[in-house]
């Protein structure tokens, strides 16, 4: 079946603007996650997504982030006035559910100049 | 917090060869370690996992040990070939259960 799709593959913006970036997890997965890489780095957890609990979002580094996920399914990751050290690949992961295996998409490469 | 440490950071080995990337963890109550391999370009692909409720776990050329004890878990790539490389990840789930918190990753790359 079809896997965690992200979109758009690569975002570049200038600094100060704001951006939306997709993620549509696999059919049924009933839990989702957003994690960020910067070059050359490990993969840094942002926020959590279970059904129709209250979402953990530990990992987002300021207010500027925030995340939703409507019906679900479809999430959408934004970024308040970007600042170049926003720059980096988010990726999207998806789960049956939070005791199973995570199935990442192919991520958003972000720019921010 | 959890915290995983990974290395060696970059591991070099010729076709054929074996090669092994261990891993530490600091959360006693951590119970599931995935390993990821990331390709160029792509998202992290799972490649095998672990539960604490066993202590080695085999898929073809690909195995993965637990050390509870000591907290520390290792990937064991056997009959290494050229498609082989590329970085792979450890990572060891949160108590909340709520993420996965990830090592630096290690560069592998297979010469012919």
């Known amino acids: 079946g079809a896997g965690v799709s992200q979109s758009p593959s690569n975002k570049v913006t200038e600094k100060g603007k704001d951006v939306e970036l997709r993620c549509d997890p696999i059919s049924g997965h009933t839990a989702l996650y957003w994690y960020r890489q910067s070059l050359g780095q490990g993969l840094e957890f942002l926020i959590y997504?279970?059904?129709?609990?209250?979402?953990?979002k530990s990992g987002l580094p300021s207010d500027r982030f925030s995340a939703e996920r409507t019906g679900g399914s479809v999430s959408t990751l934004t970024i308040q006035r970007t600042q170049q050290e926003d720059s980096a690949v988010y990726l999207c992961?998806?789960?049956?559910?939070?005791?199973?295996?995570?199935?990442f998409g192919p991520g958003t490469r972000l720019t921010v100049t | 917090g959890e915290n995983v440490e990974q290395h060696p950071s970059t591991l070099s080995v010729q076709e054929g060869d074996s090669a092994v990337i261990k891993c530490t963890y600091s959360d006693s109550a951590s119970n599931y370690f995935p390993w990821y391999k990331q390709e160029l370009g792509k998202g992290p692909q799972l490649i095998i996992d672990i539960r604490s409720n066993v202590g080695e776990k085999k898929d073809q050329r690909i195995a993965v040990t637990l050390n509870k004890t000591a907290k520390h878990f290792s990937l064991h790539i056997t009959e290494t070939q050229p498609e082989d490389s590329a970085v792979y990840f450890c990572a060891a789930r949160n108590q909340a259960g709520t993420a996965l918190i990830f090592g630096k990753g290690t560069t592998l790359s297979v010469s012919s």
């Open positions: 992961a998806s789960s049956r559910d939070s005791l199973r295996e995570q199935y």
């Open positions: 997504f279970q059904g129709n609990s209250a979402p953990d």
